[in-house]
């Protein structure tokens, strides 16, 4: 970004402000610093700290874990904290011989406060973000020249300071959590046996909300919000096993079983405003007149019925098959249930005759399958006619009509082929390849609908879309003695996508606000006004003109100069999901001392850097702070300019320009760990094992992506942070 010299500049000679302005503005008003803004309203060193125990032992018939823990972490946003102390009790055993019981318990207690100016809002009075704060400008200081510290309440320009701002914001959740499981096996016979699981996953929370009335933004009238949240998961499972594992032959089991589960979540809030006594701080304290309460539940529940069988042949043919009936309340009453099935097989190659005599082949597989399965990710009562408050009218609430009903939303659908070929050879290399093809129908989306009906959207179940790919994982053992080894290993994934059919008769789909439509017949792709550049005759911004169907990307066509999205807007020819995706790692040791490296990357994935439209738009936003390249605009001498002339009034739009590379290289995970020698361990009787270990994560990323972060999976950038750059030291005591 530029400097405060260089803003001032660039502001001048492309006619957006005068050296005037910026003399009155600014400088005349002591305002002359150069301040990179994210110094102060983010956190770039930030503490964490964990701290792990856990007990284990047992006898015979019974065993046991108990484990406890704690967790620390200071967020990148001024304010932002997040403690966790959890316990938790594994216990089984075998009162008889044929019973087998068990519990597993946790209970975990966290608070999170959370400074809620994160958005991507830059330069706003209450709401400087972090995320964004590089576009604020850099001539107003940040410390006060007379007590040179920093401005206890706002900065100069009216901007908050965070810390200030946080310490008369009180904003904890807290949240106490209970997740558990209990199971009983009894073995009938040593191959007949019943299992029965239930378990229970819940969380009470509490959110507090103030702003004290004696803050400076206040006026001396706060308010005061509390909230509370309950949700509870409970699952019943039972199975029934039969196995036949008695012949070098045959070996098979068959399996039933039945699931239900059920989910309730209830919500209740209040608030009110005008609070004035910062020592009284009460709901009932405040203004009655500006009370406000609210409150909403959510339930809903899955029934299944499944089974499963496999079949073994000599060891040498393997096959399984399964069948389940999954019933979900999210959808019509009438269409509640699926029923979906799989299929697979697998040839172990290397125990047939012609190949256990060809030492340098270790394993070799052959496998397919195919099968079916549905998804139901969707909010709950989405199939219904809802109602909504709409307020008092004539003295009582109102209500209209929130949602359209819809009887027979359904389960979305998946098939799902696979081939593949796994083995290892020469003691060194193993490789897994698998080729698959996925068909989804029945997609679950929101669509538009007609306007006339009265409302804009509805889910329903639509289109279907196929992808097709192979995955790829290899593995090679560099070297490998007895006191020393080095392995690497890669993954390869390819994705074809392809759009096969929509709704309504469309073949084509474009969402609206995301640059993305849906093409049957191509992939998901980017839909914006192609960017032609700048032209080089007048200086101004060019877009190509779309053929009459928009559908194939045009960049031949002439240009226009004048900018009409509705006009413009075509197939970009960008994809909107990278079509391949992997990483590779490095892992060694020697005697005490390991190391494990991974890379993760993405090829051909594009991004709409949406900061952009603000840090390269100087006319559009002229005051925020602008990168120094938007200095590279046209004049009568520099006609082959990236930018157009900023002295004709120019503002950038949001078309292609803004659409950039966005595949990455990342170093992921970097551990390297040492473990004190056995002949030091033996000499300190009270401990078995002494390891120290770093980890850093996110350390290095190469990308051409100019944006913030490569790696958000969205279409487009909003002004959030990036995946944070963590380095960790450990220390694990064995006893």
């Known amino acids: 970004m530029m400097s405060s010299a260089e803003l001032a500049r660039f502001w001048n000679i492309a006619g957006i402000h005068s050296e005037q302005y910026v003399k009155e503005t600014f ?17 770039f060193n930030n503490p964490q700290y964990q701290n792990d125990i856990s007990i284990e032992g047992g006898g015979q018939r019974v065993a046991y874990l108990i484990g406890a823990s704690q967790f620390h972490q200071r967020g990148s946003a001024i304010g932002n904290v997040y403690d966790r102390f959890t316990l938790r009790s594994n216990v089984q055993g075998r009162p008889k011989d044929w019973l087998k019981v068990g519990m597993n318990m946790s209970a975990t207690y966290d608070k999170t406060i959370q400074n809620p100016n994160w958005s991507n809002s830059s330069n706003n009075r209450n709401y400087t973000s972090g995320a964004l704060s590089y576009l604020t400008l850099p001539f107003y200081p940040a410390i006060d020249p007379e007590t040179g510290k920093e401005y206890e309440n706002e900065y100069p320009g009216g901007m908050i300071n965070h810390h200030t701002y946080m310490a008369n914001r009180i904003t904890p959740t807290e949240r106490l959590g209970l997740m558990g499981t209990a199971f009983v096996t009894i073995d009938f016979t040593p191959d007949l046996k019943l299992s029965s699981r239930a378990g229970v996953d819940g969380y009470v929370s509490r959110y507090t909300g103030l702003m004290k009335p ?399 439209f603000f840090y390269a738009n100087p006319n559009q936003f002229a005051d925020n702070n602008q990168h120094k390249g938007v200095s590279d605009f046209w004049t009568e001498t520099n006609p082959d300019a990236k930018w157009p002339d900023w002295r004709q009034g120019t503002v950038m739009q949001f078309d292609t320009h803004l659409i950039e590379d966005a595949s990455f290289l990342r170093l992921k995970n970097l551990q390297i760990a040492y473990s004190l020698p056995k002949s030091i361990m033996d000499n300190i009787s009270f401990m078995q094992d002494l390891k120290i270990t770093f980890t850093g994560r996110n350390l290095l990323t190469f990308t051409k992506y100019s944006g913030i972060d490569p790696e958000d999976d969205t279409n487009v950038s909003l002004g959030l942070p990036a995946n944070s750059k963590q380095m960790l030291l450990g220390l694990e005591l064995t006893f």
């Open 27 to 43: 400088y005349d008003n002591g305002y002359n610093a150069d301040t990179r803004w994210y110094n102060y309203v983010q956190q």
């Open 214 to 612: 004696d803050y400076y933004m206040m006026g001396g009238s706060g308010w005061r919000s509390r909230s509370t949240a309950y949700n509870y998961t409970s699952s019943l499972t039972n199975t029934l096993e039969y196995t036949f594992d008695k012949s070098d032959l045959i070996n098979f089991s068959v399996l039933a079983g039945h699931e239900e589960i059920y989910n309730d979540y209830d919500y209740w809030s209040g608030s009110i405003e005008n609070i004035i006594n910062p020592r009284i701080t009460l709901i009932s304290s405040g203004d009655p007149e500006t009370r406000e309460i609210d409150e909403s539940q959510v339930q809903s529940a899955f029934r299944s019925f499944f089974g499963h069988a496999d079949f073994t042949l000599d060891g040498r043919y393997i096959f399984d098959a399964s069948i389940r009936a999954d019933a979900s309340s999210r959808f019509g009453a009438a269409k509640r249930w699926g029923v979906f099935w799989s299929a697979g097989a697998m040839w172990k190659i290397k125990r047939e005759e012609f190949l256990k005599r060809v030492v340098w082949v270790n394993d070799l597989n052959l496998k397919a399958s195919y099968g079916t399965s549905g998804n139901a990710n969707i909010a709950d009562y989405q199939a219904l006619n809802l109602l909504g408050e709409g307020g008092m009218y004539n003295g009582t609430n109102g209500l209209y009509f929130a949602q359209p009903e819809n009887p027979d939303l359904s389960w979305e659908k998946q098939a799902l082929l696979t081939v593949a070929l796994t083995g290892k050879v020469f003691d060194r290399f193993d490789f897994d390849v698998e080729w698959y093809h996925r068909k989804t129908t029945d997609m679950l989306m929101s669509v538009p609908i007609p306007a006339t009906v009265g409302f804009g959207s509805q889910y329903r179940n639509v289109g279907a879309l196929l992808n097709t790919g192979v995955d790829v994982t290899l593995g090679y053992d560099i070297f490998r003695t007895r006191e020393s080894f080095l392995h690497f290993q890669t993954t390869f994934n390819y994705n074809a996508e392809k759009v096969l059919e929509l709704f309504d008769g469309r073949d084509r789909w474009e969402i609206a606000n995301t640059g993305v439509a849906f093409v049957v017949g191509q992939p998901v792709m980017y839909y914006d006004p192609i960017y032609a550049g700048v032209d080089r005759n007048t200086g101004k911004p060019t877009w190509y003109k779309p053929n009459p169907d928009d559908i194939d990307t045009t960049t031949k066509n002439e240009v226009t100069d004048v900018f009409s999205e509705e006009d413009l807007i075509q197939n970009t020819g960008f994809k909107r999901h990278a079509p391949i995706y992997g990483g590779f790692s490095f892992s060694g040791g020697w005697k005490g001392l390991s190391f494990l490296a991974d890379f993760s990357y993405v090829a051909g994935k594009y991004m709409i850097n949406n900061d952009a």
